[in-house]
């Protein structure tokens, strides 16, 4: 945590001109890094952050500036007790997002209450499929919520890469070496 990975992100929106990013974590806890990440750097002079903690809402922000919408996985793809999307996250569901960012995925993305956020039981496969790999459980067609590209973003993301989720291509990753100075 805290080695830039906030900050690419943000860099890739800016480069790919993304508009609409929707960011989902699994660890509301670091809703204050997105934020200052967005407000505090030049790059980003006049993107909009929304959150449940802010007083912008969507339908105030100025939609000539990118906004950046920032909430947990929990509550936008949760349900009320009818199986319904929450009345206070449809907007989120009515958008067609540039990126949906999962943020800190290592956390949520083996639960099986995260899981069901995605799919139905029927839809899920068995442990014994999901042991060898072949997992249906984050498939984006059954987000609920639309976009045109999703990140996956984990500090430690030793299971996903050990269980094969992702391919070669699909990762990217930098490491930081510190040099012994005398």
Same mark, same amino acid.
């Given at each position: 945590m805290r080695f830039g990975k906030t900050f690419a992100a943000?860099?890739?929106?800016?480069?790919?001109?993304?508009?609409?990013?929707?960011?989902?974590?699994?660890k509301p806890a670091v809703e204050s890094a997105w934020e200052e990440d967005l407000k505090y750097h030049v790059d980003f002079e006049n993107w909009q952050f929304i959150s449940r903690a802010t007083e912008l809402d969507y339908e105030q922000a100025n939609k000539d500036y990118p906004i950046v919408c920032f909430?947990?996985?929990?509550?936008?793809? *949760? /349900?009320?007790?009818q199986g319904r999307i929450k009345q206070h996250n449809e907007w989120v569901h009515a958008i067609n997002w540039d990126c949906v960012i999962?943020?800190?995925?290592?956390?949520?993305?083996?639960?099986?209450k995260a899981k069901s956020l995605f799919a139905s039981d029927e839809d899920l496969l068995p442990s014994e499929a999901l042991?060898?790999?072949?997992?249906k459980d984050?498939?984006?067609?059954?987000?609920?919520?639309?976009?045109n590209a999703y990140l996956y973003?984990? *500090? /430690?993301p030793f299971r996903a890469l050990q269980s094969g989720e992702f391919n070669e291509e699909q990762i990217f990753n930098w490491y930081l070496s510190r040099r012994a100075t005398s």
């Open positions: 943000y860099q890739l929106a800016r480069k790919m001109n993304w508009r609409k990013v929707l960011v989902l974590t699994f909430g947990s996985f929990q509550d936008y793809l *949760g /349900t009320d007790r999962f943020d800190e995925y290592h956390y949520g993305a083996w639960d099986e042991e060898s790999n072949q997992r984050y498939n984006e067609d059954l987000l609920l919520i639309t976009s973003l984990s *500090g /430690t």
